[in-house]
């Protein structure tokens, strides 16, 4: 199962071009709504999120959890309980954490980038404690892959159906979607 968070505020394609490349690849995706079920993104996008916060009990089984970013959407990310006992779990457990834009520094301020390749939006990058620079737009570093904003969404997508699947399948996927 892969998790992503959905605060309100959050930045509508870095969310849900993942969520749908993800399901493209044949996996199973759980959209989380911080506060609710209906969050209204950064753009005025309402989404109906599967379950809401209060609803993911136990992350056992988790193949992935992703962290979009947009303004107060990180903000109000960062500020939930739910959301913090996911990144704990995925670095302890050491299961795939996605974070893109400005939601790297969730992961930042949470010490689990210390001595890790990352990127993120670039007025973010002081916020990213421990962390080791990259030059790349969409980056891995073991159980950590962060994206630099709403440009790479559709990459940032790949890269994590790569992790939790395979190269193959995010290879068939890319070429659905006509990308070069």
């Not at 995706?29 to 609710?36: D, E, K, L």
């Not at 010490?111 to 737009?137: M, Q, R």
């Not at 990459?155 to 995010?170: C, I, N, P, Q, Y």
């Amino acid at each position: 199962m892969i998790y992503v968070f959905l605060a309100p505020g959050f930045e509508e394609i870095e969310a849900l071009t993942p969520v749908d490349v993800l399901r493209r690849g044949k996996t199973e995706v759980v959209t989380v709504g911080v506060g609710g079920k209906t969050i209204k993104g950064s753009h005025g996008i309402t989404v109906t999120a599967d379950i809401s916060d209060d609803e993911l009990t136990d992350l056992d089984g988790a193949e992935a959890v992703v962290l979009p970013g947009g303004m107060p959407g990180t903000l109000n990310l960062e500020a939930n309980a739910a959301v913090q006992r996911a990144v704990r779990f995925c670095a302890e457990n050491n299961v795939i954490l996605g974070a893109i834009c400005a939601a790297p520094s969730i992961l930042g301020h949470a010490g689990v980038l210390e001595n890790k390749h990352a990127v993120c939006f670039p007025s973010f990058e002081s916020e990213l404690k421990g962390y080791i620079p990259t030059d790349d737009f969409v980056c891995r570093d073991g159980n950590i892959i962060t994206a630099k904003g709403m440009g790479v969404s559709l990459e940032f997508g790949l890269k994590l159906l790569e992790a939790v699947r395979d190269s193959e399948t995010a290879e068939r996927v890319r070429a659905s979607v006509q990308c070069r």
